[in-house]
């Protein structure tokens, strides 16, 4: 959560200097608009270049993996799509994959968790001595300041990957 608040914070003074009439609003209410809003932004390309939309509604659809639907923005129709990936009874409820994402992320953003998530992550710190004698050998391999070097580890052992 500091992570998110900090990266709020950011947001919100980058936003400050290039228009100040932002400052009318406190950052709570910052904050609480950015998330209502940012669960109902999807990705997607128009005219073959990337880009986000806002998509009231779209975001009704509950989680589940593997995805049972796919979205994209069709030219022809000039419209935001939601495609059945396979036949869906009638009265079924409909799903959509929020993807691959730790329990964390999926509160955060989302105000819920994923019973059984094999997305989970667990993050290992590092903190750097400066007084270790190869301090600055890192520091140049590395190309970056080091105090603390942060590890994103899926919690499930079997995957290969380290964030």
């Given at each position: 959560m500091k992570?998110?608040?900090?990266?709020?914070?950011?947001?919100y003074e980058a936003i400050e200097k290039v228009a100040p009439e932002i400052k009318q609003f406190s950052?709570?209410?910052?904050?609480w608009a950015r998330m209502t809003a940012s669960s109902r932004i999807f990705g997607l390309k128009i005219n073959k270049k990337k880009t986000?939309?806002?998509?009231p509604l779209a975001d009704m659809l509950n989680h589940r993996r593997?995805?049972?639907?796919?979205?994209?923005?069709?030219?022809?129709?000039?419209?935001?799509?939601?495609?059945?990936?396979?036949?869906?009874?009638?009265?079924?409820?409909?799903y959509d994959s929020y993807g691959k994402k730790c329990n964390s992320r999926f509160f955060l953003?989302?105000?819920?968790?994923?019973?059984?998530?094999?997305g989970n992550e667990v993050l290992v710190k590092v903190p750097y001595d400066k007084d270790d004698p190869l301090y600055q050998k890192k520091k140049q391999f590395l190309e970056e300041d080091l105090l603390i070097k942060t590890f994103r580890i899926v919690a499930n052992y079997e995957e290969k990957i380290v964030l």
């Open positions: 992570e998110k608040i900090a990266d709020m914070k950011k947001d950052f709570t209410k910052f904050c986000d939309a806002f998509v593997p995805k049972q639907t796919s979205w994209s923005f069709h030219e022809d129709i000039k419209s935001f799509v939601i495609e059945a990936k396979d036949t869906i009874e009638r009265g079924e409820q409909l953003n989302y105000g819920f968790i994923a019973d059984g998530n094999d």
